[in-house]
């Protein structure tokens, strides 16, 4: 009896067991059938959002193709029309229609400019440099899913596009008007002035304000307030120039009066820093020390993190021969003088330019003062052969472009300048230049007023004391100028590309 009584206690036991066992596979496999579930209609889901996703990215860029054509009379709207063509043409459509799919599209991130035909979901920035897509929200039906009451994933996708122009214009934060004609002119002048820098007549406007809207190339973050001064993006853009494009404004201004075409550098680094923006006015500032000069021309400053050189010593660094220098401080520094840039004896335009203007034979101008009378006597003969045409590394581009020394200068409007109005100054243009000459030790003379030491390009380095208070330039006349140099100007169209930003 004990021995069946205790088979009989087993068996009752393994039963109860067996019907746990048959809840927990039965709960399994119903949680299985619930992930298989998720994972067949989530993965149906992910291809349509991906699907989306290309979608989205096509029809940024598809508008932002058309946003160089607003400047020759296209429109946003255009633009917008492109973008949705794109998504209509990629998608299904939606049950209730692609009108009034778009029409009930809410998008709360939207760019300023938006088409009542086609609601919050394509956008063009204000300043016809972006475009943002946001496709309308899709109901993704699912198969298995249904089961456990889920009968549709929704899906939906954004992206923006942008354009970028191609710019190596290298412009100065320094000011100038058209009074300022050269052919030497003062960029900026130091506590005591002698010419060129005795006044407004000479340029010397002070310096110009500009933000840094983030240039990978030039390494620089976008940063619209705060650092103005003397040791942070003044210095940086001396050294190496604005990090984005500018452009002139149309004109004629009124002095403190706003225009719908305004365009300042801090508004258009805060909209988003778009390459494409384009300022057309900005911001004088004061303050610059003679340290800023020292470290942005000559020796070196730290800037987020990095030591940025000098701009004169920022030599090319493909040149197959020796460029010339001279040492400051320990640091070599560019010597390379204008006149080096004209052709040479044995170049193919060297005959023609000077028996067009004998003033600027290269062969005898190695001096600052034969340089401007050369530069004056070309602008006085019309048609002569262009001036600066060397290309001694032959790679087609005028050796110009390659000297630290060249740059672009803001021109402003004189009107806004006389009228003692308190900013912003818009461009009126851009002039090249060639930054000829730091000038040292500027004191006052009792015999003959003002002196200075000065250290011109290309000529003897003179023994210097402290830091440079002034620098002076040369004006490059547009009718001196190869179009490869004038093309890479701020105020050029430049040429642009369309670029996903997000």
């Known amino acids: 009896m004990r021995t069946i009584v205790k088979r009989e206690a087993i068996g009752a036991g393994t039963e109860r067991e067996e019907g746990v066992v048959a809840v927990v596979v039965a709960l399994v496999a119903v949680l299985l059938f619930v992930f298989g ?29 058309a946003l160089p054509d607003i400047v020759s009379g296209g429109s946003k709207d255009n633009a917008i029309r492109d973008a949705v063509a794109f998504a209509e043409a990629n998608l299904p459509a939606p049950p209730e229609g692609w009108s009034a799919a778009w029409q009930s599209c809410v998008d709360p991130a ?43 994933i929704s899906v939906s996708a954004l992206a923006e596009a942008q354009i970028e122009y191609a710019f190596g214009a290298d412009v100065l934060p320094f000011a100038m008007t058209a009074a300022s004609s050269g052919p030497s002119i003062c960029i900026r002048a130091g506590p005591t002035s002698s010419q060129p820098c005795s006044g407004p007549a000479d340029g010397n406007f002070g310096t110009l304000n500009f933000t840094h809207f983030g240039n990978a190339a030039m390494g620089t973050l976008l940063q619209c307030s705060g650092d103005m001064g003397n040791s942070g993006r003044l210095s940086r853009n001396i050294a190496l120039g604005i990090d984005h494009a500018l452009s002139k404004h149309p004109g004629p201004v009124v002095p403190n009066a706003a225009s719908a075409g305004d365009r300042t550098d801090e508004d258009m680094c805060e909209a988003g820093g778009d390459h494409g923006s384009r300022p057309n006015a900005t911001e004088t500032q004061a303050g610059l020390r003679a340290q800023v000069l020292d470290e942005s021309m000559l020796t070196e400053f730290s800037y987020m993190g990095r030591d940025i050189p ?68 070309h602008a006085a003969a019309p048609g002569a052969p262009l001036l600066f045409t060397r290309d001694e590394n032959v790679d087609t581009v005028p050796d110009l472009l390659a000297s630290p020394r060249f740059a672009w200068v803001p021109q402003l409007w004189e009107t806004e300048l006389t009228s003692g109005t308190s900013g912003p100054y818009h461009f009126q243009s851009f002039v090249p230049v060639f930054l000829e000459s730091l000038r040292y030790d500027c004191k006052n003379n009792p015999h003959s007023g003002v002196t200075c030491t000065s250290w011109f390009a290309g000529e003897t380095l003179p023994t210097l004391k402290g830091q440079p208070e002034e620098m002076t330039a040369l004006v490059l006349s547009p009718s001196s100028l190869p179009p490869a140099v004038l093309e890479s100007g701020p105020f050029t169209a430049g040429v642009p590309t369309v670029v996903l930003h997000k």
């Open 37 to 65: 579930a998720f994972a067949v209609d989530l993965g149906a889901a992910y291809a349509e959002r991906r699907s989306d996703q290309n979608s989205a990215d096509a029809s940024a860029l598809a508008g932002a193709n």
């Open 310 to 377: 000098g701009r004169l010593r920022q030599f090319p660094n493909d040149w197959p021969s020796t460029w010339p220098a001279v040492t400051i401080k320990g640091y070599s520094e560019d010597n390379r003088g204008l006149w080096s840039f004209m052709p040479q004896a044995g170049d193919a335009d060297y005959a023609a330019l000077v028996t067009a203007v004998p003033a600027c034979n290269a062969a005898v101008v190695d001096t600052h003062a034969e340089m401007e009378a050369c530069l004056t006597a």
């Open 110 to 152: 939207h760019l300023a400019y938006t088409n009542p035909s086609y609601g919050e979901c394509v956008s063009v920035s204000a300043f016809d440099t972006r475009v943002r897509v946001v496709i309308p929200t899709r109901e993704v039906p699912t198969a298995l899913a249904t089961a456990i009451g889920i009968s549709s």
